[in-house]
């Protein structure tokens, strides 16, 4: 039998080279060199789920991967819609895909959705997504680029190994679907689409299914996902698309209609979706989001949402959100057993994707943050900003005083309508209900002193009870 041929878009232009004779399954094949295929690796983390095809009509998934990268560097790519102004955790599987395909040599493509956002896609939901105004769509777009943008410049900066890496470029789908006219896309696109197959999608049947049936708007999603591909592969040769395991459905649309106007083989690779303790999906909808956006949710918490996570689910987890070897993993779980009331699993994996999201001084924040709520660190409460203590106490009230000579602590507390006039606020203190800057104060006639009520940064932390906090910022010192 001839050796099966490989062709492939590189720079602008095809070759055709001959591909080693073989049957290859899912990518868990090795590579030309002995080591394992960079499918193979990722199955073994946990990080690619499915592939599809299984087997290509002309070439086989893991060939486009396993040969000369340097010579042959594949082109992949994920969407990610702007439902909302931030991605979430929920979105990182996706983009660690795209990181390890970049750090492998490949190019990688992340697609903003600005079109395609105001469609709504179908899948995994049982009803339909709210209508965004164009406007809202555009804002959040653009929030997404530079949330997007400032998480690469963070890989390429603190994760760097040592080898050449392939580019990583952000694209809006709103550049080409601007251009078209409607008659035109659909008696250039809608005739190779059949209804009955876009019908069988389990997406569009369970919606179908459902009370609420379905919009056309959200049953052409599929066509649109599938022309991103088609018009993604024309002119970047992309191959490959990346997505979670709900778009599986959207993946295979792209493939068949690739594959109809042009014979060509393209492929999709699908990451599991992450769910929290309930088995429900993380994400915006499921109003269980944690956000990516510093706005929106902080360095501090994204740190300890991955602190908290279960024994039962770290080592997985460090897995699958990080780049650490898995001999590297295996030595932490090692010495998590030995220790396991250290929590270093956790807080590893806390680290490394707090610098992955927000860059070094994001972790060194959310560590600050960490040792002045639960270490009551003075010298954390020190350093830290205005931004990281309204993050922090995001409940707590934030007031600005002029720091009179003789102000006492009662005065301040008044000031800042942290206790109620009268004998009751005077006996709280003297009770012991009160600290300044983690210190119990029981003196209401004491006058504050720079350097212990008042920290160095300008700023007093006012407790009241075990939950109630104030933030002090002085003026005049």
Known sequence: ???????????????????????????????????????????????????????????????????????????????????????????????????????????????????????????GRTKEREALEPERVRSNARALRQGLEAMVANHEQLFANGRTWGSFTVLDNSAWYQKQHLVDFLAAVGGQFRMGTLLSRQSVQTRLKSPEGMSLAEFLYQVLQAYDFYYLFQHYGCRVQLGGSDQLGNILSGYEFIHKLTGEDVFGITVPLITSTTGAKLGKSAGNAV?????????????????????????????????????????????????????????????????????????????????????????????????????????????????????????????????????????????????INHRQVTNPESVLVVGQHILKNGLSLLKIGKRNFYIIKWLQL
Not at 53 to 72: M, Q, Y
Not at 387 to 399: G, P
């Open 1 to 123: 039998m001839a050796a099966p041929t490989l062709r492939c878009f590189s720079r602008g232009r095809w070759f055709r080279t001959p591909g080693p004779p073989g049957v290859l399954l899912l990518g868990l094949r090795e590579s030309h060199s002995g080591a394992q295929g960079l499918l193979a690796v990722q199955k073994a983390r946990g990080l690619f789920k499915e592939f599809f095809p299984e087997r290509g009509t002309k070439i086989e998934l893991p060939e486009l991967f396993d040969r000369g990268t340097a010579n042959f560097p594949q082109t992949i790519y994920c969407g990610f819609d702007p439902t909302a102004d931030s991605l979430h955790v929920g979105h990182l599987l996706a983009l660690l895909g795209l990181f390890h395909f970049q750090r492998a040599g490949h190019n990688v493509i992340a697609l903003v959705g600005g079109a395609t956002a105001r469609l709504g896609d179908p899948s």
């Open 291 to 435: 956000w990516l956006n510093r706005d929106k949710t902080s360095p501090f918490e994204l740190y300890q949402f991955f602190v908290r996570q279960q024994d039962a689910l770290v080592e997985r987890y460090l897995k699958l959100f990080t780049f650490l070897p898995l001999p590297e993993i295996d030595h932490i779980m090692q010495l998590h057993d030995k220790e396991p009331e250290k929590r270093g699993p956790q807080k590893r994996l806390a680290a490394e994707v707090t610098k992955l999201v927000h860059g070094q001084e994001g972790l060194n924040s959310a560590k600050r943050c960490t040792q002045a709520l639960y270490h009551s660190s003075t010298d954390a409460l020190e350093v830290m900003s205005d931004q990281e203590l309204k993050e922090l106490f995001k409940e707590a009230s934030f007031s600005e005083l002029v720091l009179d000579p003789g102000t006492s602590v009662l005065d301040t507390c008044r000031k800042a309508n942290a206790i109620p006039d009268g004998p009751r606020g005077y006996q709280m203190i003297t009770e012991g209900g009160v600290s």
